[in-house]
């Protein structure tokens, strides 16, 4: 993505197996949350700007990717989306950047299912966590805060935790290159 803000400037990115770098997808403004389906067959993937969490086709074995349709659209008076997980039942769990909160979608039909708020203006990702994966550890910034505000929000760039009452799933790691 572009460090000035220029918009469609950057690019989505597949690190391959044999270590080789590929584009994706271009006209990336701000490129953040990326998750794929419990069954490895959609991604879904979210530029911020556009307020959407977009599904594309995914070959796990090849990468190759193909838009489908935008699955979440997100109101801009809730915020902007930006990190994303998904959890044991496919949701996917977004990150409100302005919308001080991290909301739960059912990318199948596209609605809201919960919110949890977060006394913060910009919530910039989630993660489930600790030894079952029951909690969801939610990450915040303290930037892009109007100064007007400041006082308001003393938490900004804290790391929270709640418990949802569901299960993430386990990371994938990345296990090797050829550098």
Request: hydrophobic residues 35%; neutral net charge.
């Amino acid at each position: 993505m572009s460090l000035t803000g220029k918009q469609k400037a950057g690019a989505l990115y597949c690190l391959n197996n044999n270590g080789d770098i590929e584009k994706k997808n271009d006209s990336v403004s701000i490129s953040n949350g990326i998750v794929w389906s419990l069954d490895n067959k959609k991604m879904y993937y979210i530029d911020t700007p556009t307020g959407k969490v977009r599904e594309y086709d995914y070959d796990i074995t090849t990468g190759k990717i193909s838009f489908l349709r935008d699955a979440v659209v997100i109101h801009p008076d809730m915020g902007h989306p930006d990190g994303m997980t998904i959890d044991s039942k496919g949701n996917l769990w977004i990150a409100l950047w302005g919308g001080s909160a991290v909301g739960c979608w059912d990318p199948v039909n596209g609605k809201l299912l919960y919110k949890i708020n977060v006394p913060v203006l910009n919530v910039t990702s989630c993660a489930f966590g600790g030894e079952t994966l029951e909690t969801l550890f939610i990450t915040t910034a303290n930037q892009g805060i109007p100064q007007d505000e400041q006082e308001k929000y003393p938490y900004s760039g804290g790391l929270f935790k709640a418990d949802p009452g569901i299960k993430g799933v386990p990371a994938y790691f990345y296990k090797g290159s050829k550098y």
